[in-house]
């Protein structure tokens, strides 16, 4: 069996840091496999010899909230790791290496997909991209996401989102009462209303919601995927899907050409090229509707873990914003944030050659007690200001604003609803999910 | 019948599987030895026909670059009932996925599966015997519908971790990946052998990894408890493709008890590192009223900073020949030295300090016929005092003399052809050549 990965004859990629639209890579189940299986056995190579940021990227058994710590508390601010890559869970350095220019989702040297073939994999693996995640625009340059920001502020910023508050109250307050006594976080609630809602946002027409969503769910890997082998059979599902939701987002490009509408993909085309809409578009399908669903999930998971907090919220709804500000702190919906340095750099003191990974461990840096007070207490009244540093990278800030929303809406929706919410069991949380950590199953009951 | 024989390019592993091919040969069956052109020689020095297929698998770089942390994993992991707690699920998950990409895949890589395959199907075999790691058999086989059984030559350490791991795996997720044909996408080596056999359009089973049988050359105190079907087989041993000469002082008999002091061969041809402190060893040796006769290869040579009196340095000798004069063994662990003092009945101290090689030392011992040393915690004493008491005790001679026995029970080679031919015929998809050779079963 074959499989092309990239068949583009069709859309236009313009600019010099997109993908090359013509480069054909063709990987039988063989290779990918073999790839998938190589870098797999890597990250068990390096997890014997104790290093946390290879037990992350492992996603096993043991506790990830232990190995932020250990990473955060490394002798240095930023370290090496075995795996190869230079890792940060310090607060200070965290944020100066979100902040860098010269720290790039992609290798500055290497036009086109970012695919690393292990030639040399005994001595040098490169497991910054495990699979080329660039047809999902997820290894863009940071000059394209600067572009996409600015043309898509319109539907996507802060002002936006607001204006979107009441209809997203309505979807999510018919999903809340449509629950049952018993129903799972995830498959029930989190996932159906970000898919709603980035569906509502790219204005996909009603008999296509059914194609997004499947869409949606196989690209919810995508984030853990570029970090972490996925199995083969998931990872051809994830590739799969990106073609699929490009193919769909296209045909709304084309369509919003000839007759513009106030969705998402129309405001993007006002600013940019039908390529920069294509772009935002599946990013929504690829990143926006994870990220969502995942920061719904652990502010639902920390509340309910915290009755106290969970109380002060049903006192208070105005709270939901400090609950979603406190859960991206706590819990962040994308805990690892990978970069690749565009030249040589110091960091942290630290020279860092061109080509190394940096690595930035959000949930660690989070939890630094020289910056938060009390940091392992999740605390939804705790003042702004201390500056969390989740969705703080070009393609998760993108969906900051929506996703707030949609969480701030969650919680206010389920605490007004099922004030009596609970866990029926614990959270089961997907394999091979270091960078997510994404809820597989979370069954509640509520008592209304 | 024809046989196809195939084991991956490393001695250690091919040896084992030599005189069972002589024996097949020598009962009227054509043998084939398939393996990468590093074992050409090997494989052309045993006397046998060589196919070299696929490209040199590039152990060596493997070996150096991440072998240090596979070993680790390794340590300290036991089959023993009696140490509980030792397979745990994370142990497993990581043993299969650590081995099948550094190992199994590496050394069953694509070119040489393909070139296996492409051969079988032009001479078509009637069975394939497979090292039990050198699963491309297991693919020919099943591509081309001849029986296939696993060659074992030391004790099977892996089936019963693949048996726990798949346990504690439990079914596939429902559905599409726990369906008939597929492998639980958590089981590396199960998802490798089903998108390599995908290759050539058939579904993945559990046989490519069991085979059909497995002959087994080990003991049976040595084999672990197992529900799937074995032909016991006695273990001749066989040197490998190093020069068989006894030499002029073999041939008189040892004034005072003989030691033989070995570090295998192996570590000399290969990045398998040996980590046996030699110095300390001959130290501990010297003054003893023994005399030692010390296989040493030159890189071992450098590493002495004095030879004791007592000690006879030689580069090789047969171990097969020197073996039945001596006393006792002072080994590496290595499962050639092993099985080999094994069956000519001489007590052990191994110092084996690898994962299989500490399970066969720890389950020599359990059964008095040898002592553990694992080589990093050698010292001068603690070697001495074992083998004087080796030397001194006759319990050990006693029990090295029993596992003599129990291995000389089993039937030879030339009497298990016929339990193959059979198996053969019983297994074999497809319509039935002249099987040859003899007729007679005489082996249940």
Redesign the interface.
């Known amino acids: 069996?074959t499989h092309t990965e990239t068949d583009e004859t069709t859309t236009a990629e313009t600019t010099a840091d997109s993908p090359a639209a013509t480069e054909q890579v063709q990987q039988?189940?063989?290779?990918l496999?073999?790839h998938l299986?190589?870098a797999?056995?890597?990250h068990?190579?390096?997890?014997?010899?104790g290093d946390p940021y290879a037990l992350t990227l492992r996603a096993?058994?043991d506790d990830p909230v232990a190995l932020a710590r250990r990473i955060r508390e490394s002798e240095t601010p930023l370290w090496q790791s075995a795996t190869g890559a230079w890792v940060t869970g310090r607060h200070a350095t965290a944020a100066d290496v979100l902040a860098d220019p010269r720290l790039s989702l992609r290798h500055a040297d290497l036009p086109g997909l970012q695919r690393h073939v292990f030639s040399d994999?005994?001595?040098n693996p490169k497991l910054c991209h495990i699979i080329p995640l660039d047809r999902a625009f997820l290894h863009a340059s940071g000059a394209d996401h600067e572009r996409w920001r600015r043309a898509a502020e319109p539907a996507l910023g802060e002002a936006a989102a607001d204006g979107r508050r009441k209809s997203a109250e309505r979807v999510h307050q018919e999903t809340a009462d449509g629950l049952g006594a018993s129903f799972d976080l995830m498959a029930d609630y989190s996932r159906p209303v970000a898919v709603e809602a980035a569906a509502a946002l790219l204005g996909v027409p009603d008999a296509q919601r059914d194609r997004f969503s499947r869409a949606c769910v196989a690209l919810g890997v995508a984030l853990d995927a570029a970090l972490c082998p996925q199995?083969?059979?998931?990872t051809r599902r994830l590739v799969e899907a990106i073609e699929d939701v490009r193919d769909l987002v296209g045909g709304l490009v084309t369509a919003r050409q000839a007759e513009p509408g106030d969705d998402l993909l129309s405001t993007v085309l006002r600013a940019g090229s039908p390529a920069d809409a294509l772009a935002v578009g599946v990013l929504t399908a690829a990143a926006g509707v994870e990220i969502t669903a995942g920061l719904i999930n652990n502010a639902v998971e920390a509340l309910l873990a915290h009755p106290r907090q969970w109380a002060l919220l049903g006192e208070d709804a105005e709270l939901a914003a400090g609950a979603v500000e406190e859960t991206l702190r706590y819990a962040p919906p994308v805990r690892l944030e990978s970069r690749i340095a565009a030249e040589d750099l110091t960091l942290a003191g630290q020279d860092v050659p061109a080509d190394a990974q940096v690595v930035v461990h959000v949930g660690a840096a989070n939890r630094d007690p020289g910056v938060f007070l009390s940091p392992e207490h999740f605390d939804i009244t705790r003042p702004v200001g201390q500056g969390h540093l989740a969705l703080s990278g070009p393609h998760t800030s993108l969906f900051g604003a929506f996703a707030r929303l949609q969480a701030e809406t969650a919680v206010r929706t389920l605490r007004e609803r099922h004030p009596r919410l609970a866990p029926a069991d614990g959270v089961q949380r997907r394999?091979r999910s270091p960078v997510l950590g994404g809820v597989l199953r979370f069954t509640l009951t509520s008592s209304t | 019948m024809r046989v196809l024989l195939t084991s991956f390019a490393l001695d250690a592993h091919f040896n084992g599987s030599v005189p069972l091919a002589w024996a097949l040969r020598a009962a009227g069956h054509e043998v084939r030895v398939a393996s990468q052109p590093a074992l050409t020689g090997s494989i052309t020095a045993a006397g046998l026909t060589a196919v070299p297929v696929g490209t040199d698998p590039g152990l060596d770089a493997m070996v150096k670059g991440v072998g240090d942390s596979v070993l680790s994993h390794h340590a300290d992991q036991s089959l023993d009932p009696d140490t509980p707690g030792q397979l745990t699920p994370a142990f497993l998950k990581g043993w299969d996925a650590m081995l099948t990409a550094t190992f199994f895949a590496l050394v069953n890589d694509d070119p040489m599966v393909d070139e296996l395959v492409a051969f079988a199907r032009q001479w078509k075999p009637d069975l394939v015997l497979w090292e039990p790691f050198t699963f491309a058999g297991a693919v020919a086989a099943k591509v081309t519908g001849a029986a296939h059984a696993r060659l074992l030559s030391f004790p099977d350490m892996f089936m019963p971790m693949r048996q726990a791991f798949l346990a504690q795996l439990g079914p596939g997720p429902a559905g599409e990946d726990g369906e008939q044909g597929r492998a639980h996408p958590e089981d590396s080596l199960g998802q490798w052998l089903q998108w390599t056999l995908g290759r050539y359009g058939v579904p993945f089973d559990e046989e490519a990894v069991t085979g059909q049988w497995s002959v087994d050359q080990v003991p049976r105190s040595f084999r672990p408890p197992s529900d799937l079907p074995a032909v016991g087989m006695r273990y001749i041993p066989y040197n490998g493709p190093v020069p068989a000469v006894v030499p002029d002082w073999l041939r008189l008999p040892p004034t005072r008890p003989r030691v033989c002091v070995t570090l295998g061969l192996t570590a000399r041809t290969s990045e398998f590192p040996n980590a046996v402190p030699v110095d300390l060893v001959l130290k501990a040796i010297e003054g003893l009223d023994i005399d030692v006769v010390a296989t040493l290869g030159a890189e071992e040579r450098a590493l002495l900073t004095h030879v004791p009196d007592n000690v006879r340095l030689v580069d090789h000798v047969p171990l097969h020949a020197l073996l039945p004069t001596c006393a006792a063994i002072v080994h590496h662990g290595g499962a050639g030295t092993w099985s080999t003092a094994l069956v000519e009945g001489v007590p052990q101290i191994a110092m084996g300090w690898i994962w299989d090689a500490i399970e066969r030392a720890r389950r020599q011992q359990a059964l008095g016929a040898g002592l553990h040393l694992p080589s990093h915690e050698v010292t001068v004493e603690g070697l001495r005092s074992r083998l004087v008491r080796l030397l001194e005790e006759p319990s050990f001679t006693a029990a090295a003399g029993r596992l003599r026995s129990e291995a000389e029970s089993e039937p030879t080679p030339a009497e298990v052809v016929p339990v193959l031919e059979r198996l053969t015929a019983q297994h074999r998809a497809h319509g039935r050549r002249r099987l040859g050779g003899t007729s007679t079963p005489c082996v249940s």
């Open positions: 069996m039988t189940d063989s290779e496999g073999r299986l190589t797999r056995g890597f068990w190579i390096y997890g014997t010899g096993e058994s994999a005994w001595s199995p083969l059979v998931v394999m």
